[in-house]
């Protein structure tokens, strides 16, 4: 009776060693160097990464279709699919880079349109040309032409500012910086 029982877990075991199989991924690149880390996942939810070798195994497999998908950033993610049956199941997957294409980049510069949308009065940049066209004697008779900005003769030649009521103790004016 022990040698019937004996007969039959042995039985037992060996087919349910023979429904179970291994499926060997070793996964590279282009120039087939292991690629590590890469994610490797089996149909049946089951996922792995690939060691400093590139290799992963799913163990205990049963005998079926299957679908392995390996991803990896950087690279085409890659599908491979196929019946397991008798015998271990050896792929090696080459993994392609992904190229992308980035599209032109423009810097632009709006300060002085910010500037005159966010200001609560009026706002003028003098530039060089400004000056150079309204030329007057003196910086402050130069500018005089704009809107809010006057200027007090002082002397021959010379001028303060008063720009929007402000007298000239009250404003700073900086020229070349």
């Given at each position: 009776?022990?040698?019937?029982?004996?007969?039959?877990?042995?039985?037992?075991?060996?087919?349910?060693?023979?429904?179970?199989?291994?499926?060997?991924?070793?996964?590279c690149?282009?120039?087939l160097?292991?690629?590590?880390?890469?994610?490797?996942?089996?149909?049946?939810?089951?996922?792995?990464?690939?060691?400093?070798?590139?290799?992963?195994?799913?163990?205990?497999?049963?005998?079926?279709?299957?679908?392995?998908?390996?991803?990896?950033?950087?690279?085409?993610?890659?599908?491979?699919?196929?019946v397991?049956?008798?015998?271990?199941?050896?792929?090696?997957?080459r993994?392609?880079?992904?190229?992308?294409?980035?599209?032109?980049?423009?810097?632009?510069?709006?300060?002085?349109?910010?500037?005159?949308?966010e200001?609560?009065?009026?706002?003028?940049?003098?530039?060089?040309?400004?000056i150079?066209?309204?030329?007057?004697?003196?910086?402050?008779?130069?500018?005089?032409?704009?809107?809010?900005?006057?200027?007090?003769?002082?002397?021959?030649?010379?001028?303060k500012?008063?720009?929007?009521?402000?007298?000239f103790?009250r404003?700073?004016?900086?020229?070349?910086?």
């Amino acid at each position: 009776m022990k040698f019937f029982m004996m007969l039959c877990c042995m039985a037992a075991y060996l087919t349910a060693r023979t429904q179970f199989r291994q499926i060997i991924i070793t996964v590279c690149d282009d120039n087939l160097s292991p690629v590590t880390g890469a994610l490797i996942e089996l149909k049946t939810s089951t996922a792995g990464i690939s060691d400093s070798t590139g290799r992963y195994i799913f163990r205990q497999v049963s005998s079926g279709p299957y679908q392995v998908t390996v991803s990896m950033q950087g690279y085409k993610k890659v599908v491979e699919s196929g019946v397991l049956k008798n015998s271990d199941v050896f792929l090696i997957i080459r993994l392609h880079p992904e190229n992308h294409t980035l599209q032109e980049v423009i810097v632009q510069n709006h300060s002085v349109a910010k500037r005159k949308r966010e200001a609560l009065l009026n706002m003028d940049v003098v530039k060089a040309g400004f000056i150079q066209q309204h030329l007057g004697g003196s910086l402050m008779q130069s500018l005089q032409r704009l809107p809010g900005v006057k200027s007090i003769g002082i002397g021959s030649g010379q001028s303060k500012p008063l720009i929007r009521g402000l007298g000239f103790n009250r404003v700073i004016v900086l020229d070349r910086g």
